[in-house]
């Protein structure tokens, strides 16, 4: 159980276009889901809180009219990269917050680079 | 300031050694969560454990066993009789009551060597 599927696994894009990535927790409803950013050996960077039905909350240095989430319902929360650059490529990845056991249980991540 | 700490960058042994990975972590809070993932080079990150602020027990499942140690603020995890398939990156996680954000440590690559 406490499965999350993200999609797609890897995007190449050129600059300019948007990209939107999906997650969704298959087998279990999510109120909050987060959305993570990682570089290269590097830990994971917190870029926003999803709330199923509401704004997201960004962290600090997180541009909202960049990355913008949303979160229609219990199980699909989505990020959508506007008019990506090449300082965008990297690695994406989001979590949903499994309420009753208060764990996050993560998507397999998205690859983006920006052309 | 930083909340979890892993001080290990990289460890490499060779299989059927045992591994430690150390986690330190900084809180004010009464009540928190502590978390191991382990990260395959995949990339998707997989749940190992949760623990509560309130359980010191420690745990084992396997070959992975966890040391909470409140009075440190520590909380290790070892790998018993490491196999190939253990190589990947570790992250201890921190999440503090009513924010329920995780704080990620830098995380511990771990090189099985066959």
């Known amino acids: 159980g406490a499965v999350v599927s993200q999609h797609p696994s890897w995007v190449i894009c050129k600059s300019g276009t948007s990209v939107k990535i999906e997650c969704r927790s298959l087998d279990f409803q999510a109120t909050t889901m987060f959305w993570y950013r990682q570089f290269p050996k590097q830990s994971l960077m917190l870029m926003a809180t999803s709330n199923e039905g509401s704004k997201a909350t960004y962290e600090q240095g997180v541009e909202k009219d960049k990355f913008l989430i949303n979160h229609a319902s219990l199980t699909l929360s989505t990020l959508t990269v506007t008019s990506a650059h090449p300082e965008d490529s990297s690695f994406y990845i989001c979590?949903?917050?499994?309420?009753?056991?208060?764990?996050?249980?993560f998507g397999a991540g998205t690859r983006l680079s920006v052309l | 300031a930083q909340k979890v700490t892993q001080a290990q960058t990289e460890i490499s042994v060779v299989e059927k050694e045992d591994v430690t990975l150390d986690c330190v972590y900084e809180?004010?809070?009464?009540?928190?969560?502590l978390f191991w993932y382990k990260q395959p080079p995949s990339g998707e990150l997989v749940f190992l454990i949760r623990r509560n602020s309130f359980d010191e027990q420690n745990e084992i499942s396997g070959r992975y066993s966890w040391n909470f140690q409140k009075s440190t603020s520590s909380f290790n995890f070892t790998i018993t009789a490491s196999q190939v398939v253990d190589s990947a990156v570790y992250f201890c996680a921190l999440s503090e009551a009513g924010d329920y954000k995780l704080s990620f440590g830098a995380g511990t690559t771990v090189t099985v060597r066959a």
């Open positions: 979590s949903a917050r499994l309420l009753a056991k208060n764990i996050q249980y």
């Open positions: 809180t004010r809070d009464t009540t928190y969560y």
